[in-house]
Structures are given as C-alpha cells and as structure tokens.
C-alpha cells in the first residue's frame, strides 16, 4: 500500500484543509453546518477512501492554506485554491475541477475618467489607479503581472474591497469571474455605479492541493475528477446554488 494513502486509512479520517472564512458557494457554515461545491468535493473522496472527513480551517488566507498542506498539518485542500506556478514550487495540484477567467469590477466614474477619448481595451491594458485584492490569495501576484501599472491595495476581506469600489475609494476590485458576477446577482442595490470586465485572455483554475509527496493520493484524486459526469463552470455554479443568493440579497 503507498504511504500516502495507508496513513489516511489507518487514521480512518482525511483531514482537509478549508479557509476559515466562508466563500460562498464553495464553502460556508449554514447553521453550524458545512456545505458547498468544495465541501461536496471533500465529502465524495473521503467516502471514496471509505474514511471519515476532518475539515480544519484554522488558516486565514489562502496562501495559509496552502502552507497548511506544505507542512502536512493536512492531508490536502479544497478551498477555491488557484493552481500558480509559484505554489507549485512547493506543493502538488490535481487537475483543475473548474475553470474561471479573471475579471474586474469597476468603479464607472473613476473608469470613465481613466477611459478619456481611449477604448475600454486600450485602458484595461494599460490600466492604471488603486486595484483591491484580498491580502494572501493569488491576484496579489496574478495583479503584478498583469497590470504592472496599477497600484496594488490589499483587503483581509472581498466584502471589504467590493465596499470600497462602491465608494470610489478605488478603481477596481480583481477577482475570478464568479466572484465578480456573484456581486451583480446578490448586490443589484450598487449596480448602477459599478461596471464587470471579464478578460478573455487570462485564467483561473481552481484545483486540489496535496504535499509535494503524496503521488499516489494525487493519483486518486485525479482518477475521481475524471470519473465525474458533470463538469462545472461558472454559471452551472452559479445557477445551483441560486436559491442560496436569493436569501443573500439585502432587504430593502
């Protein structure tokens, strides 16, 4: 039996490593109880295994997650994690289990300021002003790259950065395309002052993250990606949990 999956079964619990904020529909507490696209995803290998899930959430940031598994304080995880090549460095990545591109949400009257004669495209390229990201994810490295003008403000919270491209305390907020429409669906009250841009040209891949020793348990997961009939994409996600947006919405 390989290492990597005998400790999982003589422990007789996977232990998965989750961010400890929610991140609707991927992951979020309802009633003391977990739920969500990577939830399912986790729940599906461990019964696979035929073993117990442990989810721990004791990291704040994504990158935390991650180090999570570097340090094998988890047997891997499932939490909106972007495959990059930096992480890659140091941990294992199954194949992507949903795709994304990136996109913005924009202040409309400080990109309207920005545009000035030019193109949307010539201004998203050469995008200039404060861009928020969450402090610790992946768009902290994905923004350098792809806006090297931009100035880079990062947020402990996406609720926080949505706040203030509303206010017009920044230009944009930069984030997967899910993140982006799901602020549209759920926030139609600030719909008006804000503008979504998806780039075509960029993407996202969410994927499992497992210790850089653990082959054979990459196998496994890969192995189970391929054996599932529905693959999913931003808006079959969006559209399933539906039902969970509606009750996200403020009360007027």
């Known amino acids: 039996m390989p290492p990597d999956v005998q400790r999982i079964l003589e422990r ?42 442990d989810i721990t959430r004791s990291a704040q940031t994504f990158d935390q997650v991650v180090d999570a598994v570097y340090g094998q304080k988890a047997d891997l995880a499932i939490s909106k994690i972007s495959r990059t090549l930096k992480r890659a460095q140091r941990v294992r990545f199954s194949r992507p289990y949903l795709r994304m591109r990136q996109g913005l ?47 880079i403000v990062e947020y402990p919270a996406w609720e926080d950065i949505v706040e203030a491209v509303v206010r017009g305390d920044i230009l944009a907020a930069y984030r997967d395309e899910l993140e982006i429409k799901k602020v549209v669906r759920t926030r139609p009250d600030v719909a008006l002052q804000l503008q979504t841009i998806a ?24 192995q189970y990606l391929d054996t599932l009939t529905a693959q999913y994409t931003v808006d079959t996600v969006l559209d399933e949990y539906a039902d969970y947006w509606a009750t996200q919405r403020p009360q007027p």
């Open 105 to 151: 949400l924009v202040n409309r009257l400080q990109m309207a300021e920005q545009t000035q004669g030019r193109s949307m495209v010539e201004t998203i390229r050469d995008l200039r002003g404060q861009v928020g990201v969450i402090k610790g994810s992946s768009y902290v490295g994905f923004l350098k790259q792809k806006f090297p003008q931009a100035s």
């Open 199 to 222: 780039l075509t040209d960029t993407q996202d891949s969410l994927a499992v993250v497992l210790p850089w020793s653990s082959s054979h348990l990459l196998a496994f997961v890969d």
């Open 12 to 53: 007789g619990k996977l232990t998965v490593a989750v961010l400890g904020q929610d991140n609707a529909p991927f992951f979020m507490d309802e009633q003391g109880q977990l739920s969500g696209l990577d939830i399912q995803l986790a729940q599906a290998l461990a019964d696979q295994l035929g073993v117990k899930l």
